[in-house]
């Protein structure tokens, strides 16, 4: 096989076209994504991009802007966040077109 294209999993192959540019790796908090994420950098000369750092910084922008969905995210206890309904949540997302903030 020719760079870039090893399956991911003995067996499987992968769709036709070039290697994916990108990598996204999510799970629960200690699930082992940093740690996967690293080795596969490592391994395949890659840049590892840390986007925690980042949505922390975009986080404190918005809020330092007055942004009105960041507000009422922080305003909420943790037991409404996990209670609220989806479209509630939705709405406040900073990616939510601006009619629904």
């Not at 994504?33 to 890659?46: E, Y």
């Not at 590892?48 to 007055?66: F, K, P, Q, V």
């Amino acid at each position: 096989m020719s760079e870039g294209k090893e399956p991911a999993v003995p067996g499987r192959r992968r769709p036709p076209g070039p290697a994916p540019r990108v990598v996204w790796i999510g799970g629960p908090p200690g699930a082992g994504k940093t740690t996967l994420a690293r080795a596969l950098a490592h391994r395949g000369g890659l840049r590892l991009y840390r986007s925690d750092t980042l949505t922390w910084e975009h986080r404190d922008r918005a809020l330092a802007a007055g942004h009105p969905a960041a507000t009422r995210w922080e305003a909420l206890t943790p037991a409404d966040r996990w209670s609220a309904p989806p479209a509630a949540l939705l709405a406040m997302s900073l990616h939510a077109p601006s009619a629904a903030r």
